[in-house]
């Protein structure tokens, strides 16, 4: 497959300045995204409860959104916004599409927009690789496993939730300590390593 660059943004569905690496094709194999997604059910309101720290989200520091919305263009525009230690709100917008019709939840994303459009060859992987059956939980991935997104519709979820998917993100090949928790008002409010959130 094609290693493609992510282009500058916050949270899941963002992604940004990743590197080619090699033996990513062997890796690509071992992380699986979900044939199915229904962009429909897909579309609005996503909290990051956890992630993989990224460059790009230094400045977050606590409640950290995605808002995806479908466009005429058959496109979504996705708007991720987060707060900084100064407590204003940084945005960022871009925009994904699917890019294998054999299996919906492979999408690719970019934030870098020249001349008006989103130039995709500067976005990146956005894999749906966990998903509740009733679109309250997902889990966004990397075939390179560099990226991770654990995004929830409320700000918080239920103990048991929480381990089933520490569990599917290991059963992924990650490194559920790799992802540290997100705080949000209403939920979760200490940085800590996601495999440490059990009480």
Known sequence: MTQRKFGSGIAALCLGGVLSMS????LAADVKAKERLDLQRYL??????????????????RDTVAEYSLLE?????VENTCTREDGGRKKAEGRARRFDSAVEAKLE??????????RFWAGGDYWVIELDPNYQWAVVGHPSRRYGWVLARKQTLPVEVIAEIIGRIKAQGYDACAFLVTPQTGG??????FCEALP
Not at 23 to 26: D, E, H, L, N
């Open 109 to 118: 994303v970019s934030f870098f927009k020249l001349f008006g459009d989103y």
């Open 188 to 193: 979760m409010t200490i940085r800590r390593p």
């Open 23 to 26: 033996g990513s094709a062997a």
């Open 44 to 61: 609005g309101r996503w909290n990051e409860i956890a992630s993989i720290p990224q460059f790009f989200q230094r400045e977050c520091v």
């Open 73 to 77: 263009s058959g496109e979504l525009r």
